[in-house]
């Protein structure tokens, strides 16, 4: 008997070591997955308050200094494999203030001019650059300057969001539409900053989001012709759609639809419907149709870099194949 109670004592004091090790472990396990999921209610550190009214990329770098960086290193203007522009020196002006511009692609071939004469792009039509560069030079392109264009032309090259809302008093469309009906130089005045966190991110819980009405409608319409009804992009779309929608609502087809210049996306032909279509913008009124249905060309991922001096001879349809749709549309035009 006394042998089972010295048995006891010393079984006791373990077993009530061990309760206790495991109690303890359970309740930091209990308080570490209240704590994760409180911060996965908070998955950034809030220095400043964005809301669905803030378009300035500034603010929003204050909560996102990493997004931020990566954000305003668009400014580089270096010539990769995938593209990209060297800077030239320009002489502001008070029409022009811009002091460093990109190549233009007139002057490279000049047989470009007499292809596009009475067309905006026979008279400006540069190498790309990046994002921070596209609500300046779009205001300052001869194309804008010395040519009328609608309010339309804003929709991807600026912060149109906010601008949006305000104008319709709340409803997107009904904003897009009164910039769709206003000149280019009215509708700028409505915009500060190029496309920015606000015009793909929801300002609270920082998920993607599409905010171009042209899209929406476009999307919409696609769904629509796949038996789908209603289809709202920002709530039924995945996260991978999503990754592909934010920036394909302005990296898309499109052309001006109607006397309000809207601008339409043909995505109900299917995705890539845009390519029969293509940006006919106002070549529909010189009596230019969509062009002929070819079947697409393999691109290598690094397109070989040609500097063509005036006079000098060039391999044009190769090069015309990287020029805006539009432009290749009125190539063909002129050839028939």
């Given amino acids: ?8 004592g010393k079984i006791l004091p373990v077993t009530i070591i061990v309760t206790a090790v495991v109690t303890i472990g359970i309740s930091a396990l209990l308080v570490n997955i209240v704590e994760r ?33 990566a954000y305003k290193r668009t400014v580089d203007m270096e010539r990769t494999r995938y593209g990209g522009s060297e800077a030239m020196p320009h ?3 008070q029409a022009d203030p811009r002091s460093i511009v990109t190549q233009s692609k007139i002057d490279q071939d000049p047989r470009l001019k007499t292809m596009w004469a009475g067309y905006a792009f026979g008279v400006d039509f540069r190498e790309e650059r990046g994002h921070a560069y596209m609500l300046v030079d779009q205001r300052n392109t001869r194309r804008v300057t010395e040519f009328k264009q609608p309010g339309t032309c804003l929709n991807c090259h600026a912060s149109t969001y906010v601008a949006m809302k305000k104008l319709g008093g709340g409803d997107l469309f009904a904003g897009f539409e009164k910039i769709n009906m206003m000149t280019y130089s009215e509708a700028t005045k409505n915009v500060k900053h ?32 796949q038996g789908v009804a209603n289809y709202d992009v920002n709530t039924m779309a995945s996260a991978q759609e999503m990754r592909s929608y934010v920036c394909g609502q302005c990296h ?11 601008a339409h996306l043909p995505l109900a032909q299917g995705p890539q419907g845009g390519r029969h ?58 050839d028939q």
């Fill in 91 to 93: 002489l502001p002006s």
């Fill in 37 to 69: 999921k409180e911060e996965g209610k908070h998955t950034f550190f809030r220095v400043v308050e964005v809301t669905d009214d803030t378009d300035d990329p500034a603010v929003w770098g204050k909560n996102f200094p990493l997004q931020y960086d």
């Fill in 252 to 262: 898309v087809e499109y052309y001006f639809k109607g006397d309000q210049e809207a």
């Fill in 1 to 8: 008997m006394s042998e089972a109670k010295s048995g006891w």
């Fill in 194 to 225: 190029p496309v920015s966190c606000i015009d793909c991110h929801e300002p609270q819980t920082m998920q993607l989001r599409v905010t171009r009405p042209g899209f929406l409608e476009g999307i919409r319409n696609l769904k629509a012709s």
């Fill in 277 to 334: 279509h293509r940006l006919l913008r106002r070549g529909a009124a010189q009596g230019l149709g969509p062009p002929r249905h070819r079947r697409p060309r393999p691109q290598s991922p690094a397109p070989r870099v040609r500097n063509v001096e005036p006079g000098r001879p060039c391999p044009l349809r190769r090069r015309l194949r990287r020029l805006p749709h539009a432009l290749q549309a009125r190539g063909r035009a002129k």
